[in-house]
């Protein structure tokens, strides 16, 4: 959060840990939740809040993909970036839910338009990861004033 705060960008951070949320709050809005067991809680007029970028990293739950990809406004972006299978042979996470398989990225996010997509591996630290940049297309609805950028 704290480099595109820096940049000049309104940001929101969600996480089910205080600790972290304590920090984040220097950067931007902070908003405490357990998004794998409880609704999505960014939710404005009964519809999903949208942001002009969503960032993910390290992080991995695939019923949230359709979630994410509707927090996007029409012409926002996706950055997403987390590990993928072959990272069991060098630490954590190691167990097969909390590892992409090969290519996954690619088609998790059918409305997005891919823009680049990495797979491999990292030696710094070492692991193995996938990192996908897509666009939600341009549409007629763009909210007039999304927050800028939306990091899980």
Known sequence: MKWFHDLGHQVTGIDRSPEALSEASAYGTVVLADIENSPWPL?????????????????????????????LAPGGFLIYETF???????G??????FL??????????????????EEGFLEDPPR??????AQRPHGLDTPAQAPEIYRL
Not at 62 to 68: E, H
Not at 128 to 133: K, N, S
């Open 43 to 71: 939710i404005k007029e009964q519809k999903p809040q949208q942001f002009q970028s969503l960032v993910v990293t390290n992080y991995l739950w695939r019923p949230l993909f359709p979630v994410m990809a509707n927090c």
């Open 128 to 133: 193995f990861v996938q990192r996908l940049a």
């Open 100 to 117: 992409l398989q090969t290519g996954e990225l690619l088609t998790s996010f059918p409305d997005l338009r891919t823009i680049a997509f």
């Open 92 to 97: 954590k996470p190691s167990r097969p839910d």
């Open 84 to 90: 993928s299978c072959g990272n069991e042979t060098v």
